[in-house]
């Protein structure tokens, strides 16, 4: 008697942990559950994925959906919808909304409004400030929460904890791993001067590398003294990669397409659109940054979708907010770097999928096994399409990658067995849940 599933995948080539090839992919109720020659088997929907390569589901452990607050801009909903049509699975949230996500309070307004609605799954980061260091060992077991974020360095929202003492503080209550982003106000502050009206190529000297480099020195040495994890969020230097390379005990890294794609070059073509913190920088950086890469410094790819209006970013330099598009982008762009030769498929899924789910205790998802989540990004490796404006599903309505070419190109988004997205068409409504974590948080 053959064995009957609710969805087939079929015909595809796997990339998972132990390889790539061919086999089939069977799933019931949700998770995955039989992994290679289904010829015989039986099933609800079967999925043709002839010449497709089927990916775990990719997860983007950095996005900026401004909900409550600014949903000018972003909301959940429209986030989510660009999360899915880029081949997204799920997201974690950052705490820089309106009200800030700082407590528990807040922290169950956010998965009230994404329950359901969202496209893809997620979860929600907590802000560490001066004044809930005391509920951080509860807050950051909450379910839904993807653990504890601070801002060193000022950035869009008041989040902030530029002192020694404060991050000592929050690092000693902490048991998961905290995010970072790390640059030194204090630093910040003296250098403004630098900033010149109307040339947002004086972003990085304003914000340079001395900037990320001294804040994430202390960062590591406060780690240290607390017997803390850390992940420092959007390295976007090469002497952060020289040091880190050596600190990988306590500190793990992230690095945007953004920083692996543009460098201060591009202020020239894209001004405040290329506007973000820490800053896009000069060549030699870039370089460096692939380095780390190729030498498993950096640990996963994370989007940094930070959007905001055309007109928000029209403004003239300094007046103009930071950050850019990026959650819809992240596969096709990465996909693209595959096909040119600077990591392999293989290193790709390991920094969307797998590595998240290591760093941050996900349970039953970033990899294809049974009994796992049955998340799939499929992809076209071949599939020549260029980027756009109009391709665009945030409310924001554009992207900085606006008329690049790429080979990759996702097609298919399996959520817990669900096609959500299929040929660029969205065709279940949201659906999305709470990721769970190790532990049952």
Same mark, same amino acid.
């Given at each position: 008697?053959?064995?009957?599933?609710?969805?087939?995948? !079929?015909?595809?080539?796997?990339?998972?942990?132990?390889?790539?090839?061919?086999?089939?992919?069977?799933?019931?109720?949700?998770?995955?559950?039989?992994?290679?020659?289904?010829?015989?088997?039986?099933?609800?929907?079967?999925?043709?994925?002839?010449?497709?390569?089927?990916?775990?589901?990719?997860?983007?452990?950095?996005?900026?959906?401004?909900?409550?607050?600014?949903?000018?801009?972003?909301?959940?909903?429209?986030?989510?919808?660009?999360?899915?049509?880029?081949?997204?699975?799920?997201?974690?949230?950052?705490?820089?909304?309106?009200?800030?996500?700082?407590?528990?309070?807040?922290?169950?307004? !956010?998965?009230?409004?994404?329950?359901?609605?969202?496209?893809?799954?997620?979860?929600?980061?907590?802000?560490?400030?001066?004044?809930?260091? $005391?509920?951080?060992?509860?807050?950051? @077991?909450?379910?839904? &929460?993807?653990?504890? !974020?601070?801002?060193?360095?000022?950035?869009?929202?008041?989040?902030?904890?530029?002192?020694?003492?404060?991050?000592?503080?929050?690092?000693?209550?902490?048991?998961?791993?905290?995010?970072?982003?790390?640059? /030194?106000?204090?630093?910040?502050?003296?250098? !403004?001067?630098?900033?010149?009206?109307? /040339?947002?190529?004086?972003?990085?000297?304003?914000? /340079?590398?001395?900037?990320?480099? @001294?804040?994430?020195?202390?960062?590591?040495?406060?780690?240290?003294?607390?017997?803390? &994890?850390?992940?420092?969020?959007?390295?976007?230097?090469?002497?952060?990669?020289?040091?880190?390379?050596?600190?990988? /005990?306590?500190?793990?890294?992230?690095?945007?397409?953004?920083?692996?794609?543009?460098?201060?070059?591009?202020?020239?073509?894209?001004?405040?659109?290329?506007?973000?913190?820490?800053?896009?920088? &000069?060549? @030699?950086?870039?370089?460096?940054?692939?380095?780390?890469?190729?030498?498993?410094?950096?640990?996963?790819?994370?989007?940094?979708?930070?959007?905001?209006?055309?007109?928000?970013?029209?403004?003239?330099?300094?007046? +103009?907010? +930071?950050?850019?598009?990026?959650?819809?982008?992240?596969?096709?762009?990465?996909?693209?770097?595959? $096909?040119?030769?600077?990591?392999?498929?293989?290193?790709?899924? %390991?920094?969307?999928?797998?590595?998240?789910?290591?760093?941050?205790?996900?349970?039953?998802?970033?990899?294809?096994?049974?009994?796992?989540?049955?998340?799939?990004?499929?992809?076209?490796?071949?599939?020549?399409?260029?980027?756009? %404006?109009?391709?665009?599903?945030?409310?924001?309505? #554009?992207?900085?990658?606006?008329?690049?070419?790429?080979?990759? #190109?996702?097609?298919?988004?399996?959520?817990?067995?669900? @096609?959500?997205?299929?040929?660029?068409?969205?065709?279940?409504?949201?659906?999305?849940?709470?990721?769970?974590?190790?532990?049952?948080?």
């Amino acid at each position: 008697m053959s064995e009957t599933f609710d969805l087939i995948l !079929k015909g595809g080539v796997l990339v998972n942990q132990d390889g790539i090839g061919p086999r089939d992919i069977g799933v019931r109720g949700g998770r995955i559950a039989a992994i290679g020659d289904l010829s015989r088997a039986s099933a609800g929907e079967t999925l043709d994925a002839k010449g497709l390569h089927i990916l775990p589901g990719v997860i983007d452990t950095q996005v900026h959906f401004r909900e409550p607050g600014a949903t000018h801009k972003e909301d959940l909903e429209t986030g989510s919808r660009g999360a899915v049509l880029g081949g997204v699975t799920a997201v974690f949230e950052m705490p820089n909304t309106n009200p800030l996500t700082t407590g528990a309070a807040e922290l169950a307004d !956010k998965l009230r409004r994404a329950h359901h609605r969202m496209h893809c799954d997620f979860a929600f980061w907590v802000g560490g400030t001066h004044e809930n260091v $005391n509920d951080i060992p509860e807050l950051e @077991r909450l379910p839904g &929460a993807a653990g504890i !974020k601070v801002f060193m360095g000022s950035s869009t929202g008041s989040l902030l904890v530029a002192d020694d003492q404060g991050v000592a503080a929050i690092l000693g209550q902490t048991r998961r791993r905290a995010a970072f982003h790390s640059e /030194d106000e204090y630093r910040l502050e003296e250098r !403004k001067p630098l900033r010149v009206a109307g /040339d947002a190529a004086s972003h990085p000297v304003w914000r /340079d590398e001395e900037a990320a480099l @001294r804040s994430t020195r202390r960062l590591v040495r406060i780690a240290r003294e607390q017997h803390a &994890a850390i992940h420092v969020l959007h390295v976007s230097t090469a002497e952060e990669i020289d040091f880190l390379a050596e600190h990988k /005990d306590v500190a793990s890294v992230e690095v945007t397409p953004q920083h692996l794609s543009f460098s201060a070059d591009d202020y020239a073509r894209l001004g405040t659109r290329l506007q973000m913190n820490p800053p896009i920088r &000069a060549p @030699r950086h870039r370089e460096r940054l692939w380095w780390g890469l190729s030498q498993g410094i950096a640990d996963i790819l994370g989007s940094d979708h930070a959007p905001h209006t055309l007109e928000e970013k029209a403004k003239p330099y300094p007046q +103009s907010p +930071s950050g850019m598009t990026g959650v819809q982008t992240l596969v096709p762009v990465m996909l693209d770097h595959v $096909n040119a030769g600077r990591l392999s498929l293989e290193r790709f899924v %390991d920094m969307t999928s797998a590595g998240p789910a290591r760093l941050f205790g996900i349970a039953g998802k970033g990899r294809v096994a049974v009994g796992y989540d049955a998340d799939f990004t499929l992809v076209d490796l071949k599939r020549r399409e260029t980027i756009s %404006d109009a391709w665009s599903a945030s409310r924001s309505g #554009w992207t900085p990658y606006d008329g690049v070419s790429v080979v990759g #190109w996702p097609v298919g988004t399996i959520i817990r067995g669900r @096609r959500v997205m299929w040929q660029g068409e969205i065709v279940t409504p949201g659906q999305g849940e709470a990721v769970r974590f190790v532990g049952g948080l």
